[in-house]
T-cell receptor, first 110, second 113 residues
């Protein structure tokens, strides 16, 4: 199975950078996902990493190290609308379901 | 493309009643997933379909839960004899055959009183 850990809460200032870490332990691995979820809404897809390294997509970047079972999501130039929960999820090998962490609530303050 | 849709968005029911939820995936997506999410937790996998075939069902899913996708398009999730512990957000997601990312619908929030 999967054991996925991420911090519960983080607070940052508008315009700043925040890094959300995610560690996982899995018997098989076939990709790591980051989703954003605003309160009361559905998760929206942000990024997918299957190989080691950094994937950049606008203000958001995601990093993966498979040997360390570690990923982070980097949010740059924070805006108030970035206040949300950020979910780390792992896809096992030979399977399609996702196993999610509990999410990290990011609060952006003016 | 209107995305994944779910109906109803909210459902309040009394304990012991049966409820049924519907999910319409993105039209060209052949995989469809059901997840359940409670407050402060990430989504928890329930079951998934590839076309009309139900390929996996979570051990957490009791026999009161059943899901169907009869023509490989929309899906229904039925909960029989609801319990207060069934109160949660029920999320549906879909994905393309050759892609891993899943796209979620707005969810159905179930409250069992």
């Amino acid at each position: 199975g999967q054991n996925i850990d991420q911090p519960t809460e983080m607070t940052a200032t508008e315009g700043a950078i925040v890094q959300i870490n995610c560690t996982y332990q899995t018997s098989g691995f076939n990709g790591l996902f980051w989703y954003q979820q605003h309160a009361g809404e559905a998760p929206t897809f942000l990024s997918y990493n299957v190989l080691d390294g950094l994937e950049e997509k606008g203000r958001f970047s995601s990093f993966l190290s498979r040997s360390k079972g570690y990923s982070y999501l980097l949010l740059k130039e924070l805006q108030m609308k970035d206040s949300a929960s950020y979910l780390c999820a792992v896809r096992p090998v030979d399977d399609y379901k996702l196993s999610f962490g509990a999410g990290t609530t990011v609060t952006v303050r003016a | 493309d209107t995305g994944v849709s779910q109906d109803p968005r909210h459902k309040i029911t009394k304990r012991g009643q049966n409820v049924t939820f519907r999910c319409d995936p993105i039209s060209e997506h052949n995989r469809l997933y059901w997840y359940r999410q409670t407050l402060g937790q990430g989504p928890e996998f329930l079951t998934y379909f590839q076309n009309e075939a139900q390929l996996e069902k979570s051990r957490l899913l009791s026999d009161r839960f059943s899901a169907e996708r009869p023509k490989g398009s929309f899906s229904t999730l039925e909960i029989q004899r609801t319990e207060q512990g069934d109160s949660a957000m029920y999320l549906c997601a879909s994905s393309l055959p050759d892609r891993s990312e899943q796209y979620f619908g707005p969810g159905t929030r179930l409250t069992v009183t």
